[in-house]
């Protein structure tokens, strides 16, 4: 095998989030708007902070309704995984260890990736390391619990902000630009706007 352990993004790269953004925003413009509002914001925090916080934080540079935030996290349990991500992510476990490094607090975080429907036994947090990606804290944490190193691992961004993150670390990056992101600034080894490749480089 060509890597010893793959790393997921949670949010973004297995799960369609903006779909839910967009639904409680109103609109797809302004959902995605404020859904890379709330990116700028937790890939720029640096020190953990509460995560609802920045999310309503990034809703209200926005000029939106604080009731919106509230409504989003009553609504995290409606959060789809893309079409094939949890066949991928199955997949993926019978041949090498799998992780998920996620920008979520613990309890948002548990809850999404429950809506994989498959358990992935390593969910790393930035509540937990007590950084946002992408402090190389989370990536670093993320494998010492795999027992691996990055140099060795792939790591699967949905956001461009965990593209350069984990390249600085020493990962191969594989970006999963769904959506059609503009690109970041550091380039990855592999983009695709489907997971299904993945299978093909572990």
Known sequence: MAYAAVVFDLLTALLDSW??????????????RWRRRY???TYGAGRYR??????REAGHA???DESLADELFDRWVELEPWPEAPQVVEAAM????????????VDLAVGAA???GVSVPVLV?????????P?????LEVCRRLGTEPHASLFVAGSPGDVGGAAAVGFDVYWHNRIGLPPPSVEPAYAFDSLNPVLDLI
Do not use: F, H, Q
């Open 19 to 32: 779909s839910l953004w967009d639904d409680v925003a109103g609109s797809a413009e302004l959902g995605r």
């Open 39 to 41: 990116l700028d914001l």
């Open 50 to 55: 509460p995560y609802r916080a920045l999310v």
């Open 62 to 64: 926005l000029g939106l």
């Open 94 to 105: 019978r041949r090498l260890p799998v992780g998920i490094a996620t920008n979520c607090s």
């Open 114 to 116: 429950a809506r994989l």
């Open 125 to 133: 947090t930035a509540e937990e390391v007590g950084w946002y990606k």
């Open 135 to 139: 402090s190389p804290r989370m990536y």
